[in-house]
């Protein structure tokens, strides 16, 4: 994740970088960091993958069998861009994002007719339980099925907050811009859709394995996520 100072995840409302530094720097250095953990891709949440959904509703001209099994498409030896999206509201018209072959994580209860939607983009996709949101189920299958090993958490905050409540962080990879949002209620890096008196980390510890200060004054924070030693 890249975040303000303060945490927060809408570029366009951070301040600008100091005179002389690259406005640049955030894609730059995202990237390149990136490219460090040799994931095998990435997954995000359907409010980030619908910048990459170029698709409308439509009606298939087919409807395969077995559709209620996990279907792997031709990925073409691409990375992977894993979309949770449990009751199926996108619409793709493609098999990738960017470079990235799609696969989308939903609930049993999307109609066949758009599943045979998702067959005829080439979308690969999963069942994460009756309602789409069993994250350790779409892990299990993400790796048993789809030989996934390593995959990039990318946001927006709301699904980190849903795997952080879960316990399937391993790590914590965050670039930290040399600027600021401010206002209160903007998305942050973690933003869980819980009680107020839910505590989404309890039981979670970060130790510390890299820090770097990199060009412009951006840092880069990298942290492995541990059992706490009280729980």
């Avoid at 891709?41 to 910048?51: A, F, H, L, N, P």
Wanted: glycine residues 12%; contains cysteine; proline residues 5%.
């Amino acid at each position: 994740m890249v975040s303000s100072i303060d945490g927060r995840l809408l570029v366009d409302r951070w301040t600008p970088p100091a005179a002389g530094i690259d406005s640049d720097i955030v894609h730059r250095y995202y990237d390149q960091v990136a490219a460090r953990f040799d994931a095998d891709g990435w997954i995000v949440g359907r409010k980030t993958m619908e910048d990459y959904a170029g698709g409308t509703a439509r009606t298939p001209r087919s409807c395969p069998d077995n559709l209620r099994a996990p279907h792997v498409a031709d990925r073409k030896g691409r990375n992977v861009a894993v979309a949770i999206d449990p009751h199926g509201r996108l619409h793709y018209g493609s098999d990738n994002a960017g470079s990235d072959h799609i696969v989308t994580v939903i609930g049993e209860q999307v109609t066949d007719e758009y599943l045979a939607e998702l067959h005829e983009d080439g979308v690969s996709y999963l069942f994460a339980g009756p309602d789409g949101h069993d994250l350790h189920r779409a892990m299990d299958i993400l790796g048993g099925t789809f030989g996934i090993k390593t995959l990039l958490l990318e946001g927006g905050g709301t699904i980190n907050g849903a795997f952080l409540k879960v316990g399937l962080i391993d790590e914590i990879s965050l670039l930290v811009y040399p600027g600021i949002d401010g206002l209160a209620g903007v998305p942050s890096i973690f933003g869980y859709a819980g009680e107020p008196d839910e505590k989404p980390a309890a039981g979670q510890s970060l130790r510390l394995l890299t820090t770097e200060t990199l060009e412009g004054g951006m840092v880069w924070l990298h942290y492995r996520v541990e059992e706490s030693p009280s729980s």
